[in-house]
């Protein structure tokens, strides 16, 4: 019996092309909801940068389960964990000598430095508001629980060998993000089903990306967008249509059929 559901937002709850939630994904948060299902957000992104939506949700994994919390007022912090220090201060310095473009997200803003192109280029894929641009030396001793890194992905190993304390998740071609070791949307799954008292077994989850492949795998039932690559495909239980095709609400359907 599925009891919670966990949501991906970029190219999973949003479309890439419209950037909002659709018809079929309502119609099916209210046949998960009139069933008793507990709906939660779990993203790359930091609160700031979740837009309202005409769905609801009882908890928020954000930041690739950096920091998990309960909705409402007061809102209840069920992980927090932070990039430690010294290597956030690395991946300052490393941006500055390679003159790349870097966000920094802390639990409750954002900012980022030496904007380019690609930057530019990604926030209107993303549709999200540009943080506030600041020297890159203003990025130091920041408490970071993520930070991107526009780069190609030939750069990854080089950084992740030089973040010894942390790991990076890719999703997408032109940039990755950067998260504490250990932190994951399964990481966020399992305190949130902690927190309800909820099994591994009764969960459902729905993503598209390279940093939701440990969440579909840790959940009872994984289901991949149809617009995800083979790699997310190939780790989950199931694979749905894509993101403009109803992905979401035909796979409600079929489950609760």
Known sequence: MIKAAFFDIDGTLLSFKTHRVSEGTIRAFRLLHDNGIRTFISSGRPM???????????????MNGGLVFTAGSPRHTLLSNPIPA??????????????????????????ASQP????????????????????????????????IAIMPADRDQEVGTLLSHCRLPRW?????????CGNSKAAGMEAICRHYGIRQDETLA????????????????????????DRVKACA?????????????????????
């Not at 969440?215 to 994984?222: F, N, R, S, T």
């Open 48 to 62: 700031v940068l979740i837009p309202p939506m005409p769905v609801g949700f009882e908890g928020y994994i954000t």
């Open 116 to 147: 380019n192109d690609i930057g530019m280029k990604i926030r209107e894929q993303l549709e999200f508001e540009m943080p506030p641009m600041v020297p890159i030396d203003d990025l130091r001793d920041k408490q970071a629980y993520q930070l």
């Open 172 to 180: 997408h071609p032109a940039f990755t993000d950067i998260v504490a």
């Open 86 to 111: 010294e290597d956030s201060n690395r991946w300052v310095d490393y941006a500055k000598e390679h003159n790349l473009c870097t966000m920094v997200f802390t639990a409750d803003s954002m900012m």
């Open 206 to 229: 729905f993503g598209d990306g390279g940093n939701d492949v440990e969440m579909l795998q840790w959940a009872g039932i994984g289901v991949a967008m149809g617009n995800a690559d």
């Open 237 to 257: 239980d199931m694979v749905t249509t894509d993101v403009d095709n109803e992905g979401i609400e035909n796979a409600v359907n079929r489950l609760l059929a």
